[in-house]
């Protein structure tokens, strides 16, 4: 329920704090007072569009603050699916700038005009003569029925399944469009793979290779370095063994004289044994090392091969096409196990629509079975509201079981027909505003007691009607609000006489400017108040004692 409104800066407002109770409460004033001005601050943080600047002070920004009360709403998932911050006390701020910027908050959170939006028509349902669009809406029909019907938790269920259904509709033809363009590419990957697979590749053969290769190639030069090195070791009039060997021979001369000089000797001993040894080592090695054409070739085609497929696949080396070969292999799989996969996918669709269909017969049967109770009851109501001969009909199209659609195998019209021997039609069509006032009002009473509705602001909905028939409205109103909240903006006293908290909203003049302010009344106050509305401005003794009476009458 709306606990608070707060309105700063707005139109002729400057600032007005206006306190709502959980009964029926009503707002009254003179034409042009301003209840359409505070009509139109609500609407701003119900999420319409901030069309103008609406600044009373035109150095200031506006605010307008709704306070809720939403315990009973069970709309905690709604503040988790957008993240939001859930609080039993909810509020819904708008701010518009002087550059006529706007921004929306909930709870302090920044959010987007359109989920304010959506969070409001939660919360509010401001009903005026002229909105006949929600009692056109097929879902709005629907609703009704299926509160009346008890089948929120089927409903529920079915749209779950629905929404399922229709999710694997869709990966259905995705995987179908898939796997055609898969088996265009099956060839061309299979050839892929076994060229790979043909390759036999092996982690570091490549590099392998490559050294080999290099090896083959310098062969001559290799050849030539090595034997010129063993010359110089071994062979050349100034080798290092032939001189290390005249050193050796000195420094045994040296030892004779000097014992020490041994531990060189012997340590240029072993010296010259190793070099000779390297020397031969160098000259086997020179001796095997041939230039061979047709390893050479070998080794050119098979990293000829290696480097092709690299170029193909675009990688560098061979670990990496052996990445490529697992994928290819992976998408292979996945070809062959498509048909199984779309094969099971078909039947669990089929599973699907069959609970669809079983789920979419019962709603049809409950919907079906509540259509004459909800028809004489809406009758009965109208005619308390001096409406003896409205009928209500509605008319119930059941798809065939392979036609149903997001509510179900229903479709719900409403027929409506305000006098005796009109031909029932759709509602658009020949209600006139009071007439679809009382309508919508009949409805709301009646699913008010089955499920939590959001608060109904009615906006002169009694335009067109008076004496009795107000009374009967009032009264209507007033059993609505013990379910929900319910506040009237009423020129009727019959109406405003019903409330339990009453509002007049006035214009003030003073320091040049005209403002909209707005006052609680107090009992004496409401008995001048509704006497006013009864014969003006200044009302005689016959008025306010009627207006006592009315009140009388209310409590």
Do not use: W
Request: net charge negative; proline share 2%; hydrophobic share 40%.
């Amino acid at each position: 329920m709306l606990s608070r409104l707060l309105i700063c800066n707005y139109a002729l407002i400057d600032t007005l704090d206006i306190s709502f109770s959980k009964d029926l409460t009503i707002l009254t004033g003179e034409t042009g007072a301003g209840k359409s001005i505070i009509l139109g601050a609500l609407s701003l943080i119900l999420g319409q569009r901030a069309e103008g600047k609406y600044f009373f002070n035109q150095q200031k920004k506006c605010i307008i603050e709704g306070y809720f009360q939403i315990k009973d709403y069970q709309l905690s998932s709604f503040f988790a699916d957008h993240d939001l911050d859930y609080e039993e006390e909810t509020i819904l701020r708008r701010e518009v700038a002087v550059d006529g910027k706007s921004r929306a908050f909930i709870n302090d959170t920044p959010v987007t005009l359109a989920l304010l939006k959506q969070l409001g028509e939660k919360l509010i349902d401001i009903h005026s003569q002229h909105a006949t669009q929600e009692m056109n809406q097929g879902d709005f029909q629907l609703f009704v029925l299926d509160v009346l019907a008890g089948n929120q938790s089927l409903l529920a269920s079915y749209q779950h399944t629905y929404k399922v259904y229709q999710q694997s509709l869709v990966q259905l033809k995705e995987m179908e469009r898939t796997c055609v363009q898969a088996k265009i590419d099956q060839d061309y990957y299979q050839f892929l793979f076994d060229e790979l697979d043909e390759a036999r590749l092996k982690v570091g053969e490549q590099e392998q290779l490559e050294q080999e290769l290099d090896r083959l190639i310098h062969a001559e030069d290799i050849k030539q370095n090595l034997t010129r090195a063993s010359y110089l070791l071994t062979e050349h009039e100034q080798a290092v063994a032939i001189q290390l060997k005249g050193v050796i021979q000195d420094l045994q001369q040296a030892e004779k004289h000097q014992a020490e000089l041994g531990v060189l000797t012997g340590r240029l001993g072993s010296s010259l044994i190793e070099i000779k040894d390297i020397a031969y080592e160098i000259d086997q090695i020179a001796q095997s090392t041939q230039t061979d054409e047709d390893r050479l070739q070998v080794i050119n085609d098979r990293l000829n091969t290696l480097y092709s497929l690299q170029k193909k696949h675009h990688v560098n080396i061979v670990s990496e096409l052996l990445l490529a070969k697992e994928s290819i292999s992976q998408k292979l799989h996945a070809i062959s196990s498509s048909d199984a996969e779309i094969e099971h996918l078909r039947v669990e669709i089929s599973r699907l629509q069959d609970q669809l269909v079983g789920k979419a017969i019962d709603l049809s049967s409950g919907r079906k079975q509540i259509i004459p109770a909800l028809e004489h009851q809406v009758q009965e109501c109208l005619k308390e509201m001096g409406m003896p001969h409205a009928v209500l009909q509605i008319s119930n199209e059941v798809y065939s079981s392979d036609q149903f659609g997001p509510t179900g195998c229903d479709q719900i019209q409403f027929l409506f027909s305000a006098n005796k021997g009109q031909q029932p039609l759709p509602v658009h069509k020949i209600a006139s505003g009071g007439e679809l006032s009382r309508l919508m009002l009949s409805i709301k009473s009646l699913i008010a007691h089955h499920k939590a509705l959001p608060t109904i602001i009615f906006d002169e909905i009694d335009t067109g009607i008076s004496g009795e028939i107000a009374l009967k409205v009032g009264h209507m109103m007033e059993k609505l609000a013990e379910s929900i909240q319910v506040i009237a903006i009423s020129h009727l006293p019959q109406i405003a006489s019903k409330g339990k908290m009453h509002y007049s909203i006035y214009k003030d003049e003073r320091q040049h400017h005209t403002r909209t302010n707005i006052k609680q009344l107090d009992e004496s106050a409401r008995v001048i108040e509704i006497a006013k509305m009864l014969s003006g401005k200044n009302p005689g003794t016959h008025a306010l004692q009627h207006a006592r009476e009315l009140l009388d009458m209310a409590y």
